[in-house]
């Protein structure tokens, strides 16, 4: 199909290793796992439904795992609507809920969406979102002479600080942590 299309070459070419993946990291004792299907390259509903489907079974088979989505890559490209006209976007993307399958999973909206999708998605689905952040390969590093090009595009350039008083107006309540120390 279109995934052998997509995937010429290396360890991503053999669909059930990529599958399989979150159940090898479950049975290898991680906490959790996350899910995101590449939408748009098909019909969107579809993968979701399937990325949905797939995180509910290991669900059900592992109870104790800590199941999370994210969204990713669905800003388009250039020449996007000539080479990709199944691209998901905003409106569609509003579609992609999936408390449907798992009302307590996590759900993660990164900064390549816009910050007016991300403000409406923490009101609806999102519970995780990031702020502040860099694409540049080896950005952070202080002393690295040669930095490489930035990963994908960011649409909302927000600071952690301008996101954390931003979901303030939303009456929602910021946390930048997951876990506590006891």
């Known amino acids: 199909g279109l995934y052998g299309k997509l ?61 999370a989505f994210s969204c990713p890559r669905l800003r388009p490209i250039i020449n996007n609507d000539k080479i990709n006209p199944m691209d998901v976007h905003e409106p569609q993307l509003l579609q992609v809920v ?3 399958f798992m009302p307590f999973a996590s759900i993660t909206v990164s900064t390549r969406e816009c910050a007016r999708v991300r403000d409406s998605l923490v009101n609806i689905a999102a519970t995780k979102i990031s702020a502040g952040v860099s694409t540049g390969i080896g950005e952070h590093v202080e002393d690295l002479e040669t930095k490489g090009d930035d990963q994908f595009e960011i649409s909302d350039g927000r600071s952690v600080k301008e996101v954390y008083e931003d979901l303030l107006h939303l009456n929602l309540q910021p946390v930048m942590n997951d876990y506590v120390y006891v």
Request: glycine share 10%.
């Open 7 to 67: 995937h010429l070459a290396g360890r991503k070419r053999v669909f059930p290793y990529r599958a399989n993946a979150q159940e090898r990291a479950l049975e290898g004792g991680m906490r959790g796992v996350g899910f995101a299907a590449l939408l748009g390259l098909d019909d969107f509903r579809k993968d979701a439904y399937a990325t949905g489907m797939h995180a509910y079974l290991l669900q059900r088979k592992y109870p104790h795992a800590e199941i």
């Open 98 to 100: 999936y408390r449907l």
